[in-house]
């Protein structure tokens, strides 16, 4: 069954359906009935709007959500600027030095951090662009021991998080209700929507894509058809709930061109009552993505295994893709079934949730780790990977089982920062050495033929 079989069982309950037009009451008749703004929405509740997108937005990309809710949004004090934390790879809006360079990076796994909360977590590895153009992307680590305070709120303005757990479980509570993440699963907090993160089963880590412009989409499926890859069926939205806290001192933390700032509230910020709309979060379990491949010979492009898109103005180029590697089965003829050896006009960031990759088995590439293949940096399996593949009797074969591998894929060229390349001291120095440099070479002259090396007659 294509559902992963999870530790954590469930505890909430969801709407189903990507970009739907999904509308929750936790109390019945809360939702207004043929308007949006009535003078007196019901039960005392203020009506207020969320926008994704600008007014006039195409229809077909327009996100907006009305919420009604206990006490509007605006009620909260200044905010002020909090400790020194920086989350921009915008050299001018940066303490840390970036580092553009054309080399293969890896890194082994993240250390587990227990004395921090999420927002305390959440490290800057590489980006490109700048949030206050809303322009680019960031690629943060995340690895959490402590919820976060129990009258406390974050939010990002710069971007919309997609968050990739690898180990630990999220019970995250929204503005519009609340998402249980585990590994093999994902979640993607838009722009703007205030939450908090508990750890039900303690210490959490994984990876986070914040993209700074526009919004993910389900990528097209040309010939393909009208089904597989993310089917939007399987994608879930928070039902609405909410808590009646008008008398407590709250803090909201927000995330603002790649600052830390922080205000105070005598509510909380979870009383939303009811919603209706477009714009608001949701999660999906990779287990349900349904994989295609070749069934004679060669393999298609990565892209084949697209989950989300973020495209560019430029029709087929994304700012960022989010590409897994799920267990599937090869039975191409005669083919190399590894990823070939390759340079990429995009940037490749790839991590592991669990098992192993297919076309990095020598152990380097573990969970919780990552790699960096920039823009032409040329990168394809090891040398053992390379032997056994090329050497191996073909037969029909699953891969990956027990394994998820995953990639952010953009066209922009990453920069990487001085906590990613230094700091965190998980950068490995012989990646090269003990992938690439081993590889031999295999070609061998046709009989009667005489080159001329010089001239390559």
């Keep these: 069954m294509p559902v992963t079989k999870f530790t954590t069982p469930e505890k909430y309950k969801y709407q189903n359906g990507f970009h739907s037009y999904h509308e929750s009451e936790a109390i019945e008749g809360a939702l207004p009935i043929g308007a949006n703004s009535p003078q007196k929405p019901p039960y005392g509740l203020y009506a207020e709007k969320l926008s994704g997108t600008a007014f006039t937005a195409p229809r077909s990309e327009n996100l907006q959500t009305w919420l009604y809710r206990i006490l509007p949004a605006a009620a909260h004090g200044p905010f002020e600027p909090r400790e020194s934390i920086t989350y921009s790879t915008n050299p001018g809006n940066s303490s840390q030095k970036i580092h553009h360079i054309p080399n293969q990076l890896r890194w082994d796994p993240f250390d587990l951090d227990e004395t921090v909360d999420w927002v305390h977590s959440l490290r800057l590895v590489a980006g490109a662009g700048d949030p206050a153009m809303k322009s680019g992307i960031g690629i943060f680590i995340f690895a959490a021991g402590k919820d976060m305070d129990p009258r406390e709120a974050f939010y990002s303005a710069d971007g919309d998080f997609l968050i990739v757990p690898q180990h630990g479980t999220l019970d995250i509570q929204t503005e519009l209700g ?102 608001y979060p949701f999660k999906y379990d990779l287990g349900r993505f349904s994989t295609i491949g070749s069934i004679s010979f060669d393999h298609p492009d990565p892209s084949i295994f697209t989950v989300l898109s973020a495209p560019s103005d430029h029709t087929g180029t994304a700012i960022a893709d989010f590409v897994i590697f799920p267990p599937r089965w090869l039975v191409a003829e005669d083919t190399f079934r590894p990823p070939w050896y390759h340079r990429n006009t995009m940037s490749e960031f790839m991590g592991l949730i669990v098992g192993d990759y297919d076309a990095k088995t020598g152990g380097g590439f573990r969970p919780a780790g990552a790699s960096l293949h920039n823009v032409m940096s040329a990168h394809g399996p090891d040398a053992s990977t390379h032997e056994k593949a090329s050497n191996t009797a073909l037969k029909p074969a699953k891969v990956g089982e027990g394994s998820m591998a995953f990639m952010f894929e953009s066209c922009l060229m990453v920069g990487v920062t001085e906590w990613g390349l230094k700091t965190c001291k998980k950068a490995q120095e012989d990646y090269n050495s003990e992938s690439w440099e081993p590889l031999k070479p295999r070609f061998k002259m046709p009989g009667g033929i005489k080159k001329d090396v010089e001239t390559g007659r």
Excluded: M
Excluded at 190 to 217: D, K, N, S
Excluded at 249 to 278: I, M
């Design 178 to 279: 609340h998402l249980l993440v585990r590994p093999n699963e994902i979640a993607v907090i838009p722009r703007g929507i205030r939450y908090r993160v508990a750890l039900p089963t303690g210490p959490v880590r994984g990876y986070i894509l914040e993209l700074y412009q526009g919004h993910f989409q389900l990528p097209e499926l040309g010939p393909i058809g009208s089904n597989c890859l993310a089917n939007a069926r399987d994608f879930q939205a928070p039902v609405a709930a909410f808590n009646e806290d008008t008398d407590s001192t709250w803090h909201l933390l927000s995330k603002f061109n790649g600052q830390l700032f922080a205000a105070k509230q005598t509510h909380t910020p979870f009383d939303v009552v009811a919603w209706h709309g477009l714009y």
